[in-house]
């Protein structure tokens, strides 16, 4: 235990400042006692002779006398983010296929194989136009889904077979229709 030379307290051993007065303890030496310091008191400005150079007067330093001396505590890092879990499955990103085709990576649905599937679907109940537009959409999402990894060749597939069922039950059905 150091015991403090400023309050006498008693410290642990590996303590630098005194837990109480957070007086140094590295230096035994007592401290040494505040000087009085007399107050200064302020000086009128010369007058000024236009005719005569103007001298820069001394400056006056008066010490600065803390009676405390302020206590350090060592900062503390903050601690290190973790690393991000790496998936091997995945395909780089952004990678350039032997044809020289970008190959987009990522688990999204190709949007035109959704909306193959939907503008189909759509073409049973509203009008035999959407299923014309949902099989054209659906073999561009095929063409599309051979140069990118992305999902919806399913959906692609459902899309131009329900598109081409559609028109091809209006032709069948004015083909009947018409007894041609």
Known sequence: MKECPSC????????SFCVNCGTSLVN????????????VAPVAAPLIN???????????????????PSVQT???????????????????????LNS?????????????????LSFSIAGFFISWLLSLAGLS??????????????KGRGL?????????LGVGLVFLGNFLKNGS
């Open 74 to 96: 060592p900062a503390v890092a903050p601690a290190p983010a973790p690393a991000p879990e790496e998936d091997s499955n995945l395909v780089p990103e952004n990678q350039v």
């Open 100 to 116: 020289g085709e970008k190959k987009v990576t990522g688990d999204k649905t190709n949007k035109n194989a959704v909306l193959s």
């Open 137 to 150: 959409i659906g073999l561009t999402a095929l063409n599309q889904l051979k140069t990118t990894n992305e």
């Open 156 to 164: 692609a597939i459902a899309g131009v077979v329900i598109g081409g």
């Open 50 to 68: 236009s005719n005569q150079p103007i001298a820069n007067p001394e400056p006056t330093i008066q010490p600065i006398s803390n009676p405390e």
């Open 8 to 15: 006498n307290h008693s410290n642990p051993e590996g303590n």
């Open 28 to 39: 035994n030496a007592p401290a040494p006692a505040p000087t009085p310091t007399e107050p």
